[in-house]
């Protein structure tokens, strides 16, 4: 596989990427509608629980999605990696991609895992869908 190939693959992953993310968008500004209308309706206890279900799997959507990206970079690196492995001369771009995302021949594929930003992202967005459920808010006076 030539360098041209490695790019055009990696950027045709990362447009996917960007369809599955507006997806992810989406559904997560759908959560929090049917969060407010689940409130303003005092919806009972099993609605929370269909809309807790639904929240967890846009969370898990969105880590996947968030995965796949890392998971790009990286393989592109190993990819470009594996070609100065073999010889072939690489151009000062694919040199500092190689520098940019770290992942060598010798680390093997990259594993299918966020990175520390998305996780924390998420997380914060799990916490904003579970407390806006679940939690109860003060009386206004």
Known sequence: MTEFEIY?????????????????????????????????????????????????????????????LVQAQKNMSYQLSELEQAGVALSSIAKNTIDQFGHTAAMGPAPLAPDAPSI???????????????FTYPENK
């Open 8 to 68: 055009q693959n990696a950027n045709l992953n990362f447009i996917n990427n960007a369809i599955y993310l507006l997806c992810v968008i989406v559904m997560t500004v759908l959560a929090f509608y049917l969060i407010r209308r689940t409130r303003e309706l005092n919806m009972p206890t099993y609605a929370k629980g269909v809309m807790t279900l639904f929240c967890t799997c846009v969370i898990f959507f969105g880590l996947q999605v968030s995965s796949f």
């Open 120 to 134: 924390v992202i998420w997380a914060t967005i799990a916490f904003m869908f579970i407390g806006g459920i679940w």
